[in-house]
C-alpha cells in the first residue's frame, strides 16, 4: 500500500530566504505527483502536478521535482514571502488508486 | 476555472442523525472524491467514483455511503451520525485518471 511522508512537519523561515520542502513514496509505480498548498480552515489548492515521465515542473516562484526511483520529490520555494505561509501537501496518484496524501509541511515565512 | 462547491462551510449535527453533504463541479469531470481530513491523520479517502452511478470505497467507508446520480454532483451521506465523524471533510473532482485533481472549499462538520 502507498505511503507518502513529508519532512519536515513544520518549518519557519524569514522571508527572502529559499527553502525546500521534501516529499517520499513507498511504491514508485505512481502516475503522477501532485502538490497542493492548503491555508487554516480552508480547501486545497493545486500547485503543481508532475506527470511520471517528467523530472520537474515550475510555476512562478515553484519548482517542484520529481524522482520516481527514488520514490522522492522536492518542493522549491524561490525568495519566501510572508503570504507563501500555509501548509504544503504532497500526494500521489497511481493505477486505479485515488491520490494518496503525506500529512503536510506547516510553512510559516516570518516578516 | 474549475469550480467545486460544497452545499456547507459549517455544519453542526446531533448524534444519531442522517447527514448529507453535497458537492458540485461545474467542469464536466467524470471523477470525484470525498476525502476527511483531522490533525495528526492528514487526509483520508473515504469513497470515490469514476463515473456516473459508480461508486468505489476508499480506506475509511464504515458509517458512510455516497450517491453520484448526475454527473457533476457527489453527496457524501452519514446514515447517523457518531461523535467521531466530526471532521473536516473535502470533496475532489478530476477530469479523468491521471488528471489535476481540484478540491471545494471544505465542510467542517461537528456531531454533538
Known amino acids: 500500500k502507498q505511503e507518502v511522508t513529508q519532512i519536515p512537519a513544520a518549518l519557519s523561515v524569514p522571508e527572502g530566504e529559499n527553502l525546500v520542502l521534501n516529499c517520499s513514496f513507498t511504491d514508485s509505480a505512481i502516475y503522477n505527483l501532485q502538490w497542493f498548498r492548503q491555508d487554516p480552515g480552508k480547501g486545497l489548492t493545486s500547485l503543481l502536478l508532475?506527470?511520471?515521465?517528467?523530472r520537474e515542473q515550475t510555476s512562478g516562484r515553484l519548482n517542484a521535482s520529481l524522482d520516481k526511483s527514488s520514490g522522492r520529490s522536492t518542493l522549491y520555494i524561490a525568495a519566501s514571502q510572508p503570504g507563501d505561509s500555509a501548509t504544503y501537501l504532497c500526494?500521489?496518484?497511481?493505477?486505479?488508486?485515488?491520490?494518496?496524501f503525506g500529512k503536510g509541511t506547516r510553512l510559516s515565512v516570518i516578516a | 476555472d474549475v469550480k467545486v462547491t460544497q452545499s456547507s462551510r459549517y455544519l453542526v449535527k446531533r448524534t444519531g442523525e442522517k447527514v448529507f453533504l453535497e458537492c458540485v463541479q461545474d467542469m464536466d469531470h467524470e471523477n470525484m472524491f470525498w476525502y476527511r481530513q483531522d490533525p495528526g491523520l492528514g487526509l483520508r479517502l473515504i469513497y470515490f467514483?469514476?463515473?456516473?452511478?459508480?461508486?468505489e470505497k476508499g480506506d475509511i467507508p464504515e458509517g458512510y455511503s455516497v450517491s453520484r446520480e448526475k454527473k457533476e454532483r457527489f453527496s457524501l451521506i452519514l446514515e447517523s451520525a457518531s461523535t467521531n465523524q466530526t471532521s473536516m471533510y473535502l470533496c475532489?473532482?478530476?477530469?479523468?485518471?491521471?488528471?489535476?485533481?481540484?478540491f471545494g472549499q471544505g465542510t467542517r462538520l461537528t456531531v454533538v
Open positions: 500526494a500521489v496518484e497511481s493505477g486505479n488508486t485515488p491520490l494518496v
Open positions: 475532489a473532482s478530476s477530469l479523468i485518471v491521471n488528471t489535476e485533481a481540484f
Open positions: 508532475i506527470q511520471s515521465s517528467q
Open positions: 467514483s469514476y463515473d456516473v452511478k459508480m461508486k
